[in-house]
């Protein structure tokens, strides 16, 4: 923009947001920590950060945690991927097929409005609480994104880039390659970020009604034994997880879609 | 991350077709289309278990369109349904309004504050990807099982998308408009008035209409795990005793509770919108 | 004797966060006599809208002095109105609601308001649009409201930026024409920034081309064609004289 060079920027001036954002962090946290000072602190009822850190400390030591992240990764896994694989397909088809549009449109509206959550006792009570309940429940939770994002995906393709591409020549597969996937694509993507959370309220879901294992259980346990430290220490690993997953799609949707600026 | 906060719409939102609105067939075709989709599906429910025979297993997790519906006249017609359904719908619309009390005020104080924005950033982004179920064991040891956990579940769950779209539409105001209304010798509070509220009233309704579906999770969510009265919770009695009509007929009256609210906050949408260009297709 | 409006110095540095400080404007001199029609051509980016805003009050010059009427320019006023490049009507607002806007913020009460609107809406030609919304209307009406709603006001001075930009070829000829019509009737002191030579020289009293950014005044070439002036008149030699000229003087600021 500037014609002249731009002069040399101070750290502070040039992250300024990063900073403040780490440094309520650390407020929020030293005021936690300090407010004990002042009231008396029941460790049946509220934790602090020190205790949180030695917590989740000895959880990782002991392999506790990684265990339950273990055991509850995997009903994620198939969930998640089953809904994007039957979600994409079936939000395409329905993108494509205006009838089938039609048909599906009011279904899914009706599900996609009900919550589903409502249905994990059922699932629960008939497929039991292993592997295979939570799957389910993952699964009917994070399928609606995909299928919605993928259908608009197939309407947001430009018929005119189509005409463009046909014109200089391209073939069938360089209209897929060139235009339909690059726009379908970020659509489908960012749909799996939204799922990502809905898939993360299933796990939990699963886990809280009736498990034995997994991270939910872990923190339904502790918090029965008001074991809060250890409690909040599992808390802090989900909410660091969730957003490490969204926060990373997004991030991978900016490199990978530079384009698409300010969606 | 401040800069690039995605913007909580109903994105996955289905899409009106974009088909040419040409002659009676043509408009009537997807509304044809679609209730046909819906008898069918309702009519192959229906006769699936005088076609095939369920073992004995299934049968009992099995229930049929037309039981569903007889359970749910029954539930209105005994009046059974009332006691939960106003226990359910308390914690509802305490919760989403304690949401919206808080959520407008701070949206609007973080659009219009920089400094205040980057520094609740980490926090919003956080909690905001969560799933706010994870915090349930812990209010319900904070709490109890009474009407309160649920508030507070609906609360947390509705803040955040009215928060944030509050905030979106408050910073997305037009600055040339803002440049206009100065020129003509306005301050602060007319600014405020006559350009930012007004251009923030779409993303509020969306951040509400997003809020609503949450709510309804978080009060089906906190009776499952945490309550000693409510919808939830007769579901849940109900899977436990094998009575599949009962829960299907519990997350019906969910759904119905979810629908109404929507379509009142369209109506307050079409109210507040007059200005705006119909959307291409119509409703 | 001294201007209408005069700078004298005027400096202005933009100093965005994240990035280097901006020059818009280095020693810019201007002065404008009463009742003219000047407008300003030059290079994009070299300043000439933040000097509209400096003018409206909206940005604070670092140094230099400006000035109306021999008062020092301290904040917006209503002895000025600007006419926006993006027409800036608030969609929300009628047709009638957006004319009155500045009647509205100065506390002139609804009737009274009426007044004043419903003759500018019939000049600018859109009586019974008054109760439609910005969104039902051409870019050449939107502008017209926009022109309305500056003059509702009764200011001394019009600024207009870029105000036919966004229209198409043959709607902004006759928005000239319209313009010319009510400047000669309101006998207004106008401000007008383009980028189109044709525009600049049909409409105005003088023309100042500016120097790349940091913007300062290079040339000013009076236009001495006789008015009222027609569109025939675009094709006379006198007036593609002036065009090569003003051209020619702008061509060496122009960086592609």
Known sequence: MSDQAAPHQGFASRYRNVLLGLLA??????????VFLFVPFNPLFISKPTLILQALVSLLVSGDLLHDLAISAVPFVYGFSSAAVVGVALGIVMGWRPRVGYTLDPIMIMFYASPLVALAPLVIVFFGVGVSGKTIIIFLLSIFPFIFNAQAGVHAVDRLLINVVRSL?????????????????????????????RGLIGVLVGEFFAASEGIGYAIARFGDLFALDKMFACILCIMIIAVALTEGIRLAERVAFPWRVGQ | MTETRAIETDIGGPLESAAPADGLWHRLESTI????????????????????????????????PSQIAETLWQMFATGSIWVPLSVSASGFALGLGLAVVAGLP???????????????????????????????????????????????????GALFPILINTYEGVRNADKTLINVVRSFGAN??????????PNAMPYIVAGLRLAIGRAVLGVVVAEFFGSESGLGVMMVQAAGQYHVDKVFAGLIVFAGLSLIMTAAVQVLENRLTLWRPQRAGGE | MPGYIQGRNVNLTFRPPN???????SNFDIDINEGEFLSIVGPSGCGKSTFLNVLLGLVKPDSGDLQIQGKPIVGPGTDRAMVFQEFGLLPWRSVQDNVELGLELKGMARDARRKVSQPLIEMIGLAGFEGHFPHELSGGMKQRVGLARALATDPHVLLMDEP???LDAQTRDLMQVELLRVWQEARKTVLFVTHQIDEAIYLSDRVMVMTKRPGRAKTIFPINLPRPRDYEMRTTPEFNELKLEIWNSLKDEITV
């Open chain 1, 169 to 197: 020549g391209g073939s069938e597969r360089d209209l897929y390659l060139k235009v339909i996937v690059p726009s379908v694509l970020p659509y489908i993507v960012a749909g799996a970020r939204i799922a990502v959370g």
């Open chain 1, 25 to 34: 962090v650390a407020i929020f946290f030293a005021a936690w920590q300090a």
């Open chain 3, 164 to 166: 036919f930009a966004a």
């Open chain 2, 106 to 156: 701070l949206g609007v104080l973080i659009g219009r504050s920089p400094t205040l924005n980057a520094m609740l950033d980490p926090f919003i982004t956080a909690f905001n990807a969560t799933p706010r179920l994870v915090f349930l064991p812990l209010i319900m040891l904070w709490f109890g099982l009474g009407l309160w956990a649920k508030v507070i579940v609906v609360f947390i």
């Open chain 2, 188 to 197: 602060e509070w007319d600014v405020a008035r006559l350009v930012v509220v």
């Open chain 3, 19 to 25: 990035r280097g400080p901006v020059r818009a404007l």
């Open chain 2, 33 to 64: 289309f679609g209730a046909g989709g819906i008898v069918v599906l309702l009519a192959v429910w229906e006769a699936l278990p005088r076609i095939v025979t369920l073992s004995a297993g299934t049968k009992l997790f099995f229930t049929t």
